[in-house]
């Protein structure tokens, strides 16, 4: 770890924890502004103090009441935990179909699929949307799942991954007599759990936080996710900031919590999608 | 006898295709066939207030109509433009992702080093006391909040490591989207933010300070920017010069480098106006490139590489440098009118996101803020311990300080992680921008935030112009292709061997 270590790192090592120190609470302050405005009464929102001359811990109680906060909140799990689902399933099933099955035209398929990561994502949404009022599915949860369902990155990785396990376990449960299902279900998936967990964390968080989808096919506020019903909150009542701070806390901290705990898997995942890309 | 191997193939296809079919199902009908259909839509007129269920012109095929239109439409030059002028964050944050990484890899000392805590603990709460008292003890809340904060992120780093830090750095990536935008925006209001209430004692020292000096500091202050800027310039003019020397860099590459050096002349004559920095600013820069590139020139180099060659890795520092360039003459412009304000009284900080100069820099600092501590971060972690050791000990020996040892093994063994990072990095940032505008600013002022995705969206979900935004899309994505060709072509002159 330590290429670059100076001859008595006791001693300067202190310099570099008070330096990441104060490089690691510049990052922190917008999040503790955050935190402190929404515990703030309005009037103090403009002030030079951060802290509230009393917690109102009823500005969190009060955001379900303007705007149908927990609604927004059920619409983004239900989304994203679908989104999530379908894409781990879809994809670790193609990745397993590109690692470990021999078949005629595997290789070109698997270009194809490849060619298509480099794609912006805008190039499809204005078709996608179109298809989508076809098949009449805007403003609906179908709809809004549907085209997330399936991924290239997601195979892309997974296969990345199922690549890196031994093929003689595989071989092994063949003479057995497993069959390829089984093989997939009893040998692949348990082996390729951190690959699955790292992709659940990535398409969940994702799709958390994605935006121009539901922006346009959403129209009832009903079907808001958070990322668009914060933006509507903004619009409405733009001028209470402390209500908006509690909301964007609360829509912020879940994530925070969930990398403290995942971080482990989340980094060996990066690692696996950029070294190796 | 025969039939028995195609019925083999035949039986590896079907089950293959059970593993595969519902992805390749959704890829087909959620990409590719799109992919297709945008493509012909790009020709199209089609308008969703000309043709929907009310009013059913027929959509008509238009042949280049739409890419004429849109090349010869002033607003896309602007709206491209902001997008490249984002993307000039990119270097900035990518050396930012670097030296987190760097400091993030350094042996740190562990619970041994608690009794020092101590030490400093107390050092910092006699100076916040000191603070506190000098201040009547006024602010004391957030004073007390900063030293509370600063403390406990210390002694969680004593005992955590550097894995409490990458939590801290990563935080602002892992939840960049409209909720922490929406925390900038307010953040930068004017006058209830806590930027410009942090500020403003700030500027209103600076004002009185210039109250104080004579008219002519202004002008002192922006010669010295304007020098540092055309330092900074110089120091890649110097860069291109060696580089054309040592053959790192061919003929094509050189001259395109040059062109693009040219960026920051440009900008700053425009910016400039009619004072009295422009001329001082264009033949200053004329003058350092004309001194690097033609005494480079004028040495006949050994020459093995091909024209095209290291224009890429180049170009990284060409762009960091025009950055440098650009904030300087940013602070120098400002600096030249400090004066007149201050002696007027109405210097007041920034109106950020409302102001058309400061909207795009002010989104750039949130991103920056975004993009330190990102994915890039976590793959230069990964790339510094991969670096075998004896590589620094060989180093040593050879009696290499921090500097070379950085230049000549760490910076070259992360040339692969590098030029990952800077192909994605480009493909983002083509594309980026639009969450930001419809978040923080709806592209304004006056455009100034809008990028070309914003553009995209603006034609095909707002205006219902679907041909015209598909045309749009595709010119981006040429410009994609384009840039990832280019980066591939001649970017990794370090990546395989």
């Not at chain 1, 690959?195 to 009832?220: C, D, E, K």
């Not at chain 2, 001082?280 to 490139?289: E, I, K, N, Q, Y």
């Not at chain 2, 971060?377 to 300080?401: F, H, K, S, V």
Request: positive net charge.
């Amino acid at each position: 770890m330590s290429h670059a270590s100076p001859s008595s790192p006791k001693v300067s090592g202190m310099r570099y924890h008070v330096l990441l120190t104060v490089l690691g609470l510049i990052m922190t302050l917008p999040f503790v502004w955050m935190v402190l405005t929404g515990l703030k009464p309005l009037a103090e929102v403009a002030n030079e103090s951060w802290l509230p001359s009393e917690f109102q811990w009823g500005n969190f109680a009060e955001v379900f009441s303007v705007i149908p906060f927990f609604q927004f909140y059920w619409n983004s799990l239900f989304v994203a935990s679908w989104v999530t689902f379908l894409q781990v399933v879809t994809s670790a099933m193609a990745a397993y179909a590109f690692s470990r099955l021999q078949w005629p035209g595997r290789d070109k398929v698997f270009l194809l699929y490849l060619s298509t990561l480099m794609l912006p994502g805008l190039v499809v949404i204005i078709t996608n949307y179109q298809i989508m009022i076809h098949l009449g599915l805007v403003d609906t949860f179908i709809g809004l799942i549907l085209p997330s369902a399936f991924s290239a990155f997601g195979t892309f990785l997974l296969r990345q991954f199922m690549l890196t396990i031994p093929t003689s376990l595989d071989e092994a449960a063949e003479i057995d007599g497993a069959s390829k299902w089984r093989i997939f279900l009893d040998v692949i998936l348990p082996l390729s759990r951190p690959g699955i967990i790292a992709l659940t964390i990535f398409t969940f968080v994702g799709n958390y936080q994605s935006f121009f989808w539901p922006l346009v096919m959403m129209r009832h506020q009903d079907h808001y996710t958070l990322p668009v019903g914060l933006l509507f909150f903004d619009s409405e009542v733009g001028q209470s900031t402390h209500l908006l701070m509690a909301a964007v806390t609360m829509s912020v901290l879940p994530m925070i919590i969930l990398f403290v705990f995942l971080q482990k898997f989340l980094i060996s995942g990066i690692q696996l999608g950029g070294v190796k890309g | 006898m025969s039939a028995s191997p195609t019925g083999k193939t035949r039986g590896r296809l079907a089950t293959a295709m059970v593993f595969l079919g519902p992805s390749l199902l959704g890829f087909l009908a959620f990409t590719i066939v799109p992919l297709g259909l945008s493509f012909i839509l790009a020709f199209s007129n089609w308008d969703v207030r000309q043709h929907n269920m009310f009013k059913g012109e027929r959509i008509e095929f238009v042949g280049w109509e739409n890419f004429e239109r849109l090349l010869t439409h002033p607003a896309f030059y602007q709206y491209l433009g902001n997008t490249l002028f984002f993307m000039m964050g990119i270097p900035v944050a990518i050396v930012g992702s670097l030296v987190a990484a760097l400091l993030l890899t350094r042996d740190l000392p562990g619970r041994q080093a608690l009794r020092r805590i101590h030490l400093i603990a107390a050092g910092g709460l006699v100076v916040a006391l000191g603070v506190l008292s000098l201040t009547g003890f006024a602010p004391s809340g957030m004073t007390l909040l900063i030293v509370l904060l600063f403390g406990s992120i210390l002694v969680a780093g004593v005992l955590g490591r550097s894995t409490v830090y990458r939590t801290l750095f990563y935080a602002p990536h892992f939840t960049a989207g409209v909720a922490t935008f929406l925390l900038w925006k307010k953040m930068y209001n004017p006058q209830t933010g806590p930027i410009n209430t942090a500020l403003a004692p700030v500027v209103s020292t600076i004002e009185s300070i210039f109250q104080w000096l004579p008219p002519a500091a202004g002008t002192v202050l922006a010669t010295i920017l304007l020098g540092l800027g055309l330092a900074v310039m110089g120091l890649f003019h110097r860069r291109l010069g060696q580089a054309w020397r040592d053959a790192e860099v061919g003929r094509g590459g050189l001259w395109a480098l040059t062109m693009l050096a040219f960026v920051p002349v440009l900008l700053g004559w425009q910016w400039m106006g009619g004072s009295w920095m422009a001329p001082f600013w264009v033949v200053g820069s004329m003058l350092t490139l004309g001194w690097w590139v033609l005494r480079a020139l004028r040495e006949k180099p050994f020459r093995t590489v091909s024209a095209g060659q290291g224009f890429m890795p180049l170009v990284l520092p060409l762009t960091g440098a025009i950055t440098g360039a650009l904030i300087c003459i940013g602070l120098a412009i400002v600096a030249a009118k400090l004066p007149a304000m201050a002696a007027s009284g109405d210097l007041t900080p920034p109106n950020w996101l409302a102001d058309y100069h400061w909207a795009k820099p002010a989104i750039m600092i949130m991103a920056f803020w975004a993009a330190v501590g990102s994915n890039n971060m976590i793959l230069y972690i990964a790339g510094l311990t991969n670096i075998p050791r004896e590589l620094y000990e060989a180093a040593e020996i050879d009696g290499a300080n921090w500097w070379n040892r950085f230049w000549h093994v760490t910076w070259p063994q992360l040339a692969p992680v590098t030029f990952f990072i800077v192909v994605m990095s480009v493909i983002g940032g083509l594309q980026g921008g639009f969450e930001m505008a419809r978040a923080m600013t709806q592209g304004g002022p006056a455009g100034s935030t809008t990028t070309l995705s914003y553009f995209v969206y603006i034609e095909g979900f707002e205006s219902g112009r679907l041909g015209y935004a598909s045309a749009v899309v595709w010119v981006l994505f040429a410009m994609v292709m384009t840039m990832t060709l280019l980066n591939f072509k001649f970017g990794n002159r370090n990546v395989n061997d």
